[in-house]
């Protein structure tokens, strides 16, 4: 089973803080996602990758960056942290090429900020 | 640009069925179904692909009208283990990029 880690489940930080979430992925995937889960509001997409060293903007990318050394980590970082990015952060991964694939997440990273 | 979800909740009693809806305002290279209990990562239930194909789940069936971008989830003869929030996620384009754009959820709660 493809298997996606996310190094914390829970964190709580103070406003202005740096914070790194890491994900990785042990299948070899092509494509790697960071999702925000908020009640009443779904999953929401911050950043993507398609490949190591590059990524895509999402739906909400304002506040957040990422990087993606490495094939298997993607790691999404909060530069200063603010009390609205307090959420739950699912992140996922996706084989791409041809045929149906679909999304493997983690189990999530919860993230208190203060 | 979300895709809307009907109902937001259900409460049902084991044994009886429900339909959850997902409506996108982009033309859909395919619709995804996926499943998520309390604390537990979004599981995948179902996918379906533009041109009719579907995969996905033994229990739980689901169908995808791509002329007016919409799916509904058929769950019939619910059991305590369907409850959970039940999430649909869109692709659009040229397809199998993996970029879901997913809607809202519907929590469903089956009773005993």
């Known amino acids: 089973d493809v298997k996606v880690t996310q190094s914390s489940r829970y964190l709580v930080k103070r406003t202005g803080e740096k914070v790194f979430l890491e994900c990785v992925q042990d299948m070899d995937h092509e494509n790697m996602f960071w999702y925000r889960q908020d009640p009443g509001l779904g999953l929401r997409l911050i950043y993507f990758?398609?490949?190591?060293?590059?990524?895509e903007k999402g739906d909400i990318p304002e506040g957040y960056s990422v990087s993606r050394e490495k094939k298997e980590r993607f790691s999404l970082i909060l530069e200063s942290a603010s009390t609205n990015q307090t959420s739950m952060y699912l992140c996922?991964?996706?084989?791409?090429?041809?045929?149906?694939?679909?999304?493997?997440f983690g189990a999530g990273s919860r993230l208190t900020v203060l | 640009q979300q895709p809307v979800q009907s109902p937001q909740a259900v409460i049902l009693r084991e044994g009886e069925d429900a339909v959850i809806n997902c409506s996108s305002s982009?033309?859909?290279?395919?619709v995804h179904w996926y499943r998520q209990k309390h604390g537990e990562a979004p599981v995948f239930l179902m996918i379906l692909l533009k041109g009719g194909e579907q995969k996905g789940h033994e229990k739980i069936s689901a169908s995808f009208n791509e002329k007016k971008q919409q799916s509904s989830l058929y769950l019939t003869a619910s059991q305590l283990s369907y409850s959970g929030t039940y999430f649909c996620g869109t692709e659009v384009g040229s397809g199998n990029t993996g970029k879901l754009i997913f809607g809202q959820g519907t929590t469903l709660q089956v009773k005993p």
């Open positions: 990758s398609y490949d190591v060293k590059m990524k």
């Open positions: 996922a991964s996706h084989t791409g090429g041809s045929g149906a694939n679909v999304l493997t």
């Open positions: 982009k033309a859909l290279y395919s």
